[in-house]
């Protein structure tokens, strides 16, 4: 039966969701699958596929928690169904992220991709390319001159460095390498640009690269943040890792005011260790990149940003923490360290 005017049975399955999501950070798991299921049988009962979507989703999460991959694999395969693709790309990139965490094989999880954007080929009018990670080799310098960027004190106070902390809240600090500390909520996403970076003017074709890695362990404090162009509020490109999962990296921004995803992609055992990021500007077409180890490099997205020069190039962390991925209060927000006491930024027209 469909919902109808006044029926507030919606509300109350939503409630349901947030009751669950908040016993699931208590620690109660057999509290918030109750929760989620009394969800559940609602948005059945009043035919809203959405909501329906979202649980599923959720209940995928739960069992990822418990370590029920058979289980969540089945919730986000149902979660799947319920999208719409075309209209709901953030929806598909978290049900993603957790399909491929269920996955006992990547090709299996390729093969499923593949398969869906098949049965969906409006998908292909959409900038949300890459559903996985694919091997690349990083673009070489060619003999160009490599322009080292140190975190210190010094490039601090000479303001080689912009610090940008929209709402005046976050903080960082200098002791082996740099680290980002996000409060709660802070994001790059639509209008919440409040995100904390830094970051130096850029020009030309210029390729920036940053190793990244939790200040904390993952279960004390989530590590999300990354990379960053920047040229204003409507145009912007984020290179992050961890807002997904831990071991999720994820390419989006805003083109033209219009926030987007452009790829995605699982850097698999990497939660608890450095990752790098890497983007490559050459002319208006942005490709991003992500390695464990600084040698084997794997393409998460390219797009184009026709912006005119010079932009900001710079390293970001994200506050925003998504509960049923990371399932604990966290007051302090996040902490994301860039370790390499370098950034290197490789200036092709120095």
């Known amino acids: 039966?469909?919902?109808?005017?006044?029926?507030?049975?919606?509300?109350?399955?939503?409630?349901?969701?947030?009751?669950?999501?908040n016993v699931l950070c208590l620690g109660d798991l057999d509290g918030a699958e109750a929760a989620f299921a009394a969800a559940l049988r609602i948005f059945r009962e009043i035919t809203h596929h959405q909501a329906q979507q979202i649980t599923f989703l959720h209940l995928g999460r739960l069992c990822l928690q418990t370590g029920e991959r058979q289980a969540a694999l089945a919730h986000f395969q149902k979660a799947l169904l319920h999208v719409q693709p075309e209209r709901y790309i953030p929806h598909i990139l978290n049900v993603l992220a957790g399909l491929e965490a269920a996955y006992a094989l990547p090709k299996?999880?390729?093969?499923?991709?593949?398969?869906?954007?098949?049965?969906?080929?409006?998908?292909?009018?959409?900038?949300?390319?890459?559903?996985?990670?694919?091997?690349?080799?990083?673009?070489?310098?060619?003999?160009?001159?490599?322009?080292?960027?140190?975190?210190?004190?010094?490039?601090?106070?000479?303001?080689?460095?912009?610090?940008?902390?929209?709402?005046?809240?976050?903080?960082?600090?200098?002791?082996?390498?740099?680290?980002?500390?996000?409060?709660?909520?802070?994001?790059?996403?639509?209008t919440n640009q409040s995100a904390p970076r830094f970051v130096r003017p850029v020009s030309g074709d210029v390729i920036v690269q940053t190793i990244c890695e939790p200040a904390f362990p993952v279960a004390e404090c989530p590590a999300i943040g990354g990379l960053v162009l920047w040229k204003n509020g409507d145009h912007f490109l984020c290179l992050d890792r961890g807002r997904f999962g831990p071991d999720d990296i994820c390419f989006s921004g805003s083109l033209n005011s219009q926030p987007d995803f452009f790829g995605r992609g699982r850097l698999a055992?990497?939660?608890?260790?450095?990752?790098?990021?890497?983007?490559?500007?050459?002319?208006?077409?942005?490709?991003?990149?992500?390695?464990?180890?600084?040698?084997?490099?794997?393409a998460v997205g390219n797009i184009d940003f026709p912006v005119n020069d010079p932009i900001e190039a710079g390293v970001f962390a994200v506050g925003d923490i998504d509960r049923l991925i990371y399932p604990a209060a966290y007051p302090e927000g996040?902490?994301?360290?860039?370790?390499?006491?370098?950034?290197?930024?490789?200036?092709?027209?120095?």
């Open 108 to 190: 299996a999880f390729r093969t499923r991709c593949r398969r869906y954007r098949a049965e969906h080929p409006q998908l292909e009018t959409t900038t949300f390319t890459q559903w996985f990670l694919e091997p690349a080799k990083p673009h070489r310098d060619c003999g160009a001159p490599i322009v080292e960027r140190r975190f210190t004190e010094a490039a601090m106070q000479n303001q080689e460095w912009i610090w940008q902390d929209p709402l005046g809240d976050c903080s960082f600090a200098l002791q082996d390498g740099l680290t980002l500390y996000a409060a709660n909520g802070r994001a790059l996403w639509k």
């Open 1 to 21: 039966m469909a919902i109808t005017a006044g029926d507030n049975r919606y509300s109350i399955g939503e409630n349901y969701l947030h009751v669950g999501t």
């Open 269 to 298: 055992h990497t939660a608890a260790g450095s990752v790098y990021l890497r983007l490559e500007r050459f002319g208006v077409r942005v490709r991003a990149l992500c390695s464990a180890d600084g040698t084997h490099w794997w």
């Open 334 to 350: 996040t902490a994301v360290r860039f370790t390499a006491l370098t950034y290197l930024l490789l200036e092709m027209h120095a």
